[in-house]
């Protein structure tokens, strides 16, 4: 049993199955019919045959996997997600930036070099010749006040709500688009991109 659950934790599941040795999560992004990525995370009694022909199976049919070594909720790619969601509705509900804005810097920004380097490459490149020591022992430090000025809370708060609201409102993106034309305009833009 492969579930693509993006909360819930396989040895939670496994409580319930008679074979939770074969029970492992698959845990696709969006629309995942076009991104490759998938989570692979098992449970604490899923067996290592599971881990690996599912990885196989996954890899054969072009998906990129990565098997995260330890149950966390979100695994990783929604784990990512969810500190840069927070700081997103952050930045919006402290009238920092618009809904609109914080996506621009995103797409325009950051997305660019995410599209074909992790966070983990970014910053060695960032570090010159050097690399990632470098980056580590220079560079890091001004990150340390960004940290510190980061929010914290767990749930989003309701004026962040309502403002994320009024912002997807404007979106000029959005203005005259019904859902499904999104879709399909999404979806066009990341084909094009994996090509």
């Known amino acids: 049993i492969a579930s693509s659950t ?6 939670e599941i496994q409580k319930a199955v ?6 492992v999560i698959v845990h696709p992004v969006n629309p ?13 009694n899923t067996s290592k045959e599971t881990v690996n022909l599912t990885y196989e199976f996954m890899s054969n049919l072009g998906k990129t996997a990565v098997i995260c070594k330890k149950e966390v909720p979100g695994f990783v790619v929604n784990r990512l997600q969810a500190a840069l969601y927070r700081e997103a509705f952050d930045l919006v509900d402290k009238g920092v ?7 621009k810097a995103i797409t325009a920004g950051l997305g660019l070099r ?11 490149l960032g570090g010159g010749e050097k690399g990632i020591e470098y980056w580590l022992t ?4 001004s990150y340390k006040t960004r940290w510190e ?4 809370w767990s749930s989003i708060p309701e004026s ?5 609201v009024e912002g997807i409102r404007s979106y000029e993106l959005l203005r005259g688009r019904q859902y499904s034309d999104l879709v399909k305009w999404r979806d066009e833009k990341l084909v094009k991109l994996l090509r």
């Not at 008679?18 to 029970?23: D, I, L, M, S």
């Not at 930036?97 to 996506?103: F, I, L, N, Q």
């Not at 220079?138 to 430090?141: A, E, K, R, V, Y």
């Open 6 to 11: 993006s909360a819930l934790l396989m040895s």
């Open 18 to 23: 008679k074979r939770p040795e074969r029970c």
């Open 32 to 44: 995942a019919h076009i991104v490759p990525f998938v989570d692979i995370v098992p449970g604490l």
């Open 97 to 103: 930036a618009t809904v609109e804005d914080v996506d």
């Open 114 to 124: 995410w599209a074909f380097m992790g966070p983990f490459l970014v910053m060695h």
């Open 138 to 141: 220079q560079l890091s430090n």
């Open 149 to 152: 000025s980061m929010t914290t």
């Open 160 to 164: 962040a709500r309502k403002k994320t």
